[in-house]
């Protein structure tokens, strides 16, 4: 079982930046594969960032350059670096550990772009 809280979204202007964290309770966070996905209003949730168990990385295309996921084991932490943000960066963020079919979630945190 994992547990899974984010924090740090907010309130940003286009243009400016934010860094999401995505603090996991329970043992072995190292062993699963993490996710950040977002969800705005009226639209499916979309996956955004992933970085596996071994540091490999991906991005959607809409974030690539923009984005960085990272993660720090000791601290059973996963962040998302986000620069040079856009209105349609607009959403609710979700954290997400996966691994052999099992899948968790956060609660999600509020990013809204706007000036």
């Known amino acids: 079982q994992v547990q899974l809280v984010e924090s740090g979204g907010g309130l940003v202007q286009p243009g400016g930046s934010l860094r999401l964290s995505c603090a996991a309770s329970?043992?072995?966070?190292?062993?699963?594969?993490m996710s950040w996905y977002r969800q705005a209003p009226g639209k499916e949730r979309e996956l955004v960032a992933t970085?596996?168990?071994?540091?490999?990385?991906y991005y959607a295309d809409s974030v690539k350059g923009r984005f960085t996921i990272s993660r720090d084991n000791a601290k059973n932490t996963v962040y998302l670096q986000m620069n040079s943000l856009k209105p349609e960066d607009t959403a609710v963020y979700y954290c997400?550990?996966?691994?052999?079919?099992?899948?968790?979630w956060g609660h999600g945190t509020q990013v809204t772009v706007s000036s």
């Open positions: 970085i596996t168990t071994s540091s490999g990385t």
């Open positions: 329970g043992s072995m966070f190292s062993i699963y594969h």
């Open positions: 997400n550990a996966a691994r052999h079919g099992f899948t968790y």
